[in-house]
Structure formats: structure tokens, C-alpha cells
């Protein structure tokens, strides 16, 4: 998948804002062309891309059970899709690894083939956030502060992406969903009283 990227520092915030907005207009724009749909060909260079920079071999693209193998299951599933469907669904794996789901889906034997197939049928959306917004509620359950303390990471993470003028959207779901997830442990906490 390509991007466009400024690679450039900003001095200010509004800056960082105007150089991500730009960058994000850009990415949607050239990514949802017609000749930026998944294409054999595609896959292929992406697959090969995948395997030397991972020090891995094409042949594991063969085998589901490994990364690049994952990662070409992906790309198969999403043939004919645009760029920006695709990134859309990797944002969706990188929330789920984030979170921890996908230690969780390995811990219970769950296939990666079956967890690509499961998320690419879902969207990012309000459903998905609500309910990773309650696995967070579940770890401040576990572990009080951490709720903060990742929103905290997230903002910071956040602002050094805005800033390098880099794609945002990973970021601003992480900063959405524990919002989401303070909201209601807040919501929940006026309530009992």
C-alpha cells in the first residue's frame, strides 16, 4: 500500500493538523483511484516486500499459520477491494493487537485464518469501538489507572504522528475508544453513588 507522507517536522499544532489533514486527503484520494484496487499483482510484490523485510521466505505466504501468511490471507480476502478498504481493516488488526484480542484469539487456538476471515466482515465502527472500549473497562477492573495512563500514551502518540505529518487514524481510534471507555467507567461510577 502506498502513502503519502510529509516527513516533516511542525512547528506548530495547527501546522501538524493542516500537514495530517493533508497527508489523509491525499492517501484517501490517490488509494481510492480504480487502478489502486488489490490486484494479483499486487499482492504478489506486496507478499514478496513482506517476506524480506520480515527475513522470512515467500513460501510462508503457503501457510496461514505465519505472519506473512496471515498477511497474504489478507490481501486475497481484499482482492478487488480499494487501498483504503484494506488500510481500514489493517487499522482493525492493529487495534486488535493493541488491545490484546489477538494474544486472547491465539491463547483459545482460534486459526489466523479465522480471525482475518471473522474482522474482514466487520467495520470500524461504533459496535466495534464499544466493545473495545469495555475490554479496556475490564483492565481498569484489573488494573486501576491503566485506563488513563494508556489514554495518556495515546495522546502522545497522537501528537508526534500529527506532528511528523503522519497517517492518524490508528491513533485517533486508540484515543476514541478509551475515551469511550473513561466516558462510561465515569457514567458508571455516578451512577452507583
Not at 80 to 86: A, D, H, N, Q
Not at 132 to 142: P, R
Not at 168 to 179: C, G, T
Request: aromatic share 8%.
Amino acid at each position: 500500500m502506498q502513502t503519502v507522507s510529509s516527513r516533516t517536522d511542525c512547528l506548530s499544532k495547527a501546522d501538524g493538523r493542516r500537514a495530517a489533514a493533508r497527508v489523509a486527503l491525499m492517501n484517501s484520494v490517490f488509494n481510492e483511484l480504480p487502478s489502486r484496487r488489490i490486484t494479483q499483482e499486487f499482492i504478489s510484490h506486496s507478499v514478496q516486500e513482506a517476506a524480506s523485510t520480515a527475513s522470512g521466505c515467500v513460501g510462508d505466504a503457503k501457510d496461514p499459520c505465519t505472519s506473512i501468511g496471515a498477511y497474504c490471507y489478507m490481501l486475497q480476502s481484499n482482492l478487488g477491494k480499494t487501498m483504503l478498504e484494506f488500510q481500514e481493516l489493517m487499522t482493525v488488526f492493529q487495534l486488535l493487537h493493541w488491545n490484546g484480542s489477538l494474544k486472547i484469539f491465539r491463547e483459545r487456538k482460534c486459526s489466523r485464518k479465522e480471525v482475518v476471515s471473522y474482522y474482514s466482515q466487520h467495520r470500524l465502527d461504533e459496535c466495534f469501538r464499544s466493545h473495545m472500549a469495555l475490554d479496556w473497562i475490564s483492565k481498569e477492573q484489573e488494573t486501576p489507572g491503566i485506563l488513563s495512563q494508556e489514554l495518556q500514551v495515546a495522546l502522545r502518540e497522537l501528537e508526534e504522528a500529527r506532528r511528523a505529518g503522519r497517517e492518524l487514524r490508528f491513533y485517533k481510534e486508540k484515543r476514541e475508544i478509551l475515551s469511550l471507555a473513561l466516558s462510561q467507567r465515569h457514567s458508571e461510577g455516578a451512577s452507583a453513588q
